[in-house]
């Protein structure tokens, strides 16, 4: 069984920096294989976002135009954990963020069936 657990959210004021951790277990997230993992965000009344994710095995980075430049997913095989590093946050940027992660996927984006998620971290940006 996949679990994902967050942490590092927190409150920041507009233009400051966090960075997301993702640390999995029950699963090892190889660059052999290729699997999906990442981050998604959703505020109360609006649809959940695909923020960040990436393709293991094959390089590929997918961002959410809101966040292109602004934040880097990376992933660190040794810990099997997923970062995702916040800078310039706005306050458009504050909701709850979620780990999320699909088993060797036919494709990774935010369409993707992701079948493992974690319990959320929430992000706030004051102005």
């Known amino acids: 069984q996949v679990q994902l657990v967050e942490s590092g959210g927190g409150s920041v004021q507009d233009g400051g920096s966090l960075r997301l951790s993702c640390a999995a277990s029950?699963?090892?997230?190889?660059?052999?294989?290729?699997?999906?993992i990442g981050w998604f965000r959703q505020t109360p009344g609006k649809e959940r976002e695909g923020v960040a994710l990436i393709y293991t095995g094959v390089d590929s980075i997918y961002y959410a135009d809101s966040v292109k430049g602004r934040f880097t997913i990376s992933q660190d095989s040794a810990k099997n954990t997923v970062y995702l590093q916040m800078n310039s946050l706005t306050p458009g940027d504050t909701a709850m963020y979620y780990c999320a992660a699909a088993l060797v996927p036919r494709y990774c984006g935010p369409g993707t069936d992701f079948g493992y998620w974690g319990q959320g971290t929430q992000v706030t940006v004051s102005s």
């Open positions: 029950g699963y090892t997230f190889s660059t052999f294989r290729r699997d999906c």
